[in-house]
């Protein structure tokens, strides 16, 4: 299994351009959520998702959407990137909320808007 | 919401001495408590972790406590080692909802 996966690890984006960062896991996992962690700082949720079809807010969801129309997918886009969202992201999923909590994290995409 | 406040920020260590972290939650019906390494340029990935049923566990150099009473757990090491040098992130699951709310992290450093 490659557990969850990130697309790209880097990119610099210029302010007000657009991109979609790509997440992927193949344990079945019904449960997956993006975070940004800014340096130094700690894991704010943006946006998380309980199955495929179903999205939900996080605490930092503005300037960002999501999709979630299979199970293994989670792409989280940007649009009219602003140097604010200069973060790493962190794509991640868990068994479920309930009984099985561990959460498996990708390798991350390192942004930088100019 | 759940709110966690994680002490202290960074932590220096001499190799072989305990380090202990420590965590306060505000919502008492948050039921499970893990905790994350992340190593540096690396991900978090999980340690250990308790739910609110348990007081204590343990798993070879590493333990965690949980005072319901207070609202307060914390990690402890037991002879460091220079390899456990990373930010620990300590976390809470509300129960009924699907996310968790991460501490802001305690950076280790564990000098040779």
């Known amino acids: 299994n490659a557990g969850v996966t990130q697309t790209p690890k880097f990119r610099i984006l210029k302010i007000g351009q657009s991109m979609t960062l790509q997440c992927a896991q193949d344990?079945?996992?019904?449960?997956m959520y993006w975070y940004r962690q800014d340096p130094g700082m700690g894991l704010k949720l943006i946006y998380y998702?309980?199955?495929?079809?179903?999205?939900d807010k996080g605490e930092v969801p503005n300037g960002y959407n999501v999709s979630r129309s299979t199970t293994e997918d989670f792409p989280l886009r940007l649009e009219l990137a602003a140097p604010s969202q200069t973060s790493v992201y962190f794509c991640a999923s868990s068994q479920t909320g309930g009984t099985y909590n561990e959460q498996f994290f990708g390798p991350g995409t390192r942004l930088t808007v100019l | 919401g759940e709110n966690v406040e994680q002490h202290p920020s960074t932590l220096s260590v001499q190799e072989g001495d305990s380090a202990v972290i420590k965590c306060t939650y505000s919502?008492?019906?948050?039921?499970?408590f893990p905790w994350y390494k992340q190593e540096l340029g690396k991900r978090p990935q999980l340690i250990i972790d308790?739910?609110?049923?348990?007081g204590e566990k343990k798993d070879q150099r590493i333990a965690v406590t949980l005072n319901k009473t207070a609202k307060h757990f914390s990690l402890h090491i037991t002879e460091t080692q220079p390899e456990d040098s990373a930010v620990y992130f300590c976390?809470?699951?509300?129960?009924?909802?699907?996310?968790?709310?991460f501490g802001k992290g305690t950076m280790l450093l564990v000098s040779p």
């Open positions: 976390a809470a699951l509300l129960w009924g909802y699907s996310t968790l709310t």
């Open positions: 344990m079945n996992h019904n449960y």
């Open positions: 919502d008492s019906a948050s039921n499970y």
């Open positions: 998702s309980v199955g495929a079809g179903i999205t």
């Open positions: 308790i739910r609110s049923n348990v």
